[in-house]
């Protein structure tokens, strides 16, 4: 298995261009099972979870055609087309690979009329149930039973009808399934504590450009008008904010100076503030957002929360450039209830972090040293890799796959600021 090889220490300097966001990625590939008509996404990610869900896409009947790839660029263009769905079951080896497959749900049973697809079960960051989707598509009229390990989703014989969704908790993965089901729907969809990421806006902007009526795009409260059929269109990608504001703390933790090209001041405002917080100069630029190490890490206090509070993506990355910082931080995971697995790992490269229930204390300590590492997550595995570039001496990254699911290019982009990276095979 491959790793990453990191020697830390050197200062990051220069543009780093930010690639097609992973998350919306994740739910406009499902938005082609819609229409009869192709779909084509540009600014797509080249990233192992991108691929995977392609290949769910094809077992579903879609095909998928992948154009303007070029190497070395972050663009990429694919066109789905869904004119018949040869299957509506996503099975179980490619749904344990791939949580995100549970997004082909609400599509396949608004235009199918039925959906089988295997229960994704818990992960590394918690149990990670399904049941406001299924919540959800019910209010729609769907019948839900849950079998061997599947979940089986039917429409009455008219189709799935308008409803009033009202979510007890804010979810990205069920507001997007309930939003993609309900442009299909017969009548209004009302979606309460609707969730509000970027990557919900981005969806809505696909589904309309295919002919999908949505008010409150961007608000709690999303009103679908819905329609008997879709279009095809090509929409572009939204650019991705957590690899952005990764990238940014690779700035803050290599006292560097880095424009990250294309992110979008307006999806990262949380992010951008606790740069600001721990001592960052961040500039908004005709290109980009400029993030600079201006003196010593700042220690700070930062709660997750659904957007538009701090993202739960960002907080592994944050707590290890905290982990220089000049003083104590304190840490609160208000999303996931088991998302410090990278704190054992940043303690073996010196790190001076204590776990009380969601909370974690971070001393801010004068060096990290390097270490062989491995994370059971992306973002973990992420903030591996940031205390790797800030260590003295080399730090081995395992389990390189969980990076490569979200972080185009990651070595390329580094090596090109100035880090020394290298991925190696083995171990
Ligand atoms: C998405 C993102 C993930 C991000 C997360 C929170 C994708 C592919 N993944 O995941 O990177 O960390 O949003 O911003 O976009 N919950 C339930 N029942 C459900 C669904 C969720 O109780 O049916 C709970 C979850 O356990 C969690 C919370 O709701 O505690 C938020 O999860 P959710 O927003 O649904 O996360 P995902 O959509 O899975």
Same mark, same amino acid.
């Given at each position: 298995m491959d790793r990453i090889i990191i020697r830390g220490g050197r200062r990051l300097e220069g543009r780093v261009p930010v690639s097609g966001a992973k998350n919306a990625a994740l739910t406009l590939l499902p938005c082609a099972l819609l229409t009869d008509q192709p779909l084509t996404l540009t600014n797509l990610p080249r990233l192992a979870d991108v691929e995977g869900f392609g290949h769910l896409m094809n077992e579903l009947g879609v095909s998928t055609t992948i154009a303007g790839l070029r190497s070395g660029s972050n663009l990429r263009a694919m066109t789905l087309d869904a004119n018949t769905i040869g299957s509506t079951t996503a099975p179980y080896e490619i749904v344990r690979r791939m949580r995100a497959s549970i997004l082909v749900l609400g599509p396949l049973v608004a235009r199918a009329g039925e959906a089988t697809v295997s229960l994704p079960g818990g992960c590394a960051i918690g149990n990670r149930p399904i049941d406001l989707h299924l919540k959800a598509l019910e209010a729609l009229g769907a019948e839900i039973e849950l079998a061997a390990g599947y979940v089986r989703a039917k429409a009455p014989s008219g189709g799935l009808t308008g409803g009033h969704i009202i979510f007890p908790i804010v979810s990205v993965g069920a507001t997007e399934n309930a939003l993609m089901a309900a442009t299909l729907a017969r009548g209004e969809t009302v979606i309460e504590n609707a969730a509000r990421e970027p990557e919900i806006a981005d969806l809505c902007r696909c589904l309309v450009a295919m002919g999908a009526e949505i008010e409150g795009i961007g608000t709690e409260r999303l009103v679908v008008q819905g329609k008997s059929a879709l279009h095809g269109a090509e929409h572009r990608v939204m650019p991705d904010r957590i $690899?952005?504001?990764?990238?940014?703390? =690779?700035? *803050?933790?290599? *006292?560097?100076? #880095? /424009? #990250? $090209?294309?992110?979008?001041? &307006? &999806?990262?405002? =949380?992010?951008?503030?606790? #740069?600001?917080? =721990? *001592?960052?100069?961040?500039? $908004? $630029?005709?290109?980009?957002? %400029?993030?600079? =190490?201006?003196?010593? /890490? %700042?220690?700070?206090? /930062?709660?997750?929360a659904p957007f538009p509070a701090f993202p739960t993506d960002m907080q592994a990355q944050f707590m290890a450039m905290l982990t220089l910082a000049q003083g104590t931080s304190v840490l609160t995971e208000t999303i996931f209830e088991n998302r410090y697995m990278h704190v054992p790992e940043l303690a073996r490269m010196g790190a001076d972090i204590q776990v009380h229930g969601r909370t974690a204390i971070v001393k801010g300590v004068d060096r990290l040293l390097g270490a062989p590492v491995m994370a059971t997550d992306l973002r973990a595995s992420m903030s591996l890799v940031l205390a790797g570039l800030a260590a003295e001496g080399e730090t081995q990254v395992h389990r390189v796959y969980h990076l490569d699911r979200g972080y185009e290019l990651l070595e390329d982009k580094l090596s090109a600021v100035g880090a020394d990276i290298e991925r190696a095979g083995g171990g």
């Amino acid at each position: 298995m491959d790793r990453i090889i990191i020697r830390g220490g050197r200062r990051l300097e220069g543009r780093v261009p930010v690639s097609g966001a992973k998350n919306a990625a994740l739910t406009l590939l499902p938005c082609a099972l819609l229409t009869d008509q192709p779909l084509t996404l540009t600014n797509l990610p080249r990233l192992a979870d991108v691929e995977g869900f392609g290949h769910l896409m094809n077992e579903l009947g879609v095909s998928t055609t992948i154009a303007g790839l070029r190497s070395g660029s972050n663009l990429r263009a694919m066109t789905l087309d869904a004119n018949t769905i040869g299957s509506t079951t996503a099975p179980y080896e490619i749904v344990r690979r791939m949580r995100a497959s549970i997004l082909v749900l609400g599509p396949l049973v608004a235009r199918a009329g039925e959906a089988t697809v295997s229960l994704p079960g818990g992960c590394a960051i918690g149990n990670r149930p399904i049941d406001l989707h299924l919540k959800a598509l019910e209010a729609l009229g769907a019948e839900i039973e849950l079998a061997a390990g599947y979940v089986r989703a039917k429409a009455p014989s008219g189709g799935l009808t308008g409803g009033h969704i009202i979510f007890p908790i804010v979810s990205v993965g069920a507001t997007e399934n309930a939003l993609m089901a309900a442009t299909l729907a017969r009548g209004e969809t009302v979606i309460e504590n609707a969730a509000r990421e970027p990557e919900i806006a981005d969806l809505c902007r696909c589904l309309v450009a295919m002919g999908a009526e949505i008010e409150g795009i961007g608000t709690e409260r999303l009103v679908v008008q819905g329609k008997s059929a879709l279009h095809g269109a090509e929409h572009r990608v939204m650019p991705d904010r957590i $690899e952005a504001g990764s990238y940014a703390c =690779a700035a *803050g933790i290599t *006292g560097g100076d #880095l /424009l #990250l $090209e294309g992110a979008r001041a &307006d &999806d990262m405002h =949380a992010i951008l503030v606790s #740069l600001t917080d =721990a *001592g960052l100069s961040v500039t $908004e $630029e005709a290109d980009g957002i %400029r993030v600079k =190490a201006d003196g010593p /890490l %700042r220690p700070m206090t /930062l709660s997750t929360a659904p957007f538009p509070a701090f993202p739960t993506d960002m907080q592994a990355q944050f707590m290890a450039m905290l982990t220089l910082a000049q003083g104590t931080s304190v840490l609160t995971e208000t999303i996931f209830e088991n998302r410090y697995m990278h704190v054992p790992e940043l303690a073996r490269m010196g790190a001076d972090i204590q776990v009380h229930g969601r909370t974690a204390i971070v001393k801010g300590v004068d060096r990290l040293l390097g270490a062989p590492v491995m994370a059971t997550d992306l973002r973990a595995s992420m903030s591996l890799v940031l205390a790797g570039l800030a260590a003295e001496g080399e730090t081995q990254v395992h389990r390189v796959y969980h990076l490569d699911r979200g972080y185009e290019l990651l070595e390329d982009k580094l090596s090109a600021v100035g880090a020394d990276i290298e991925r190696a095979g083995g171990g």
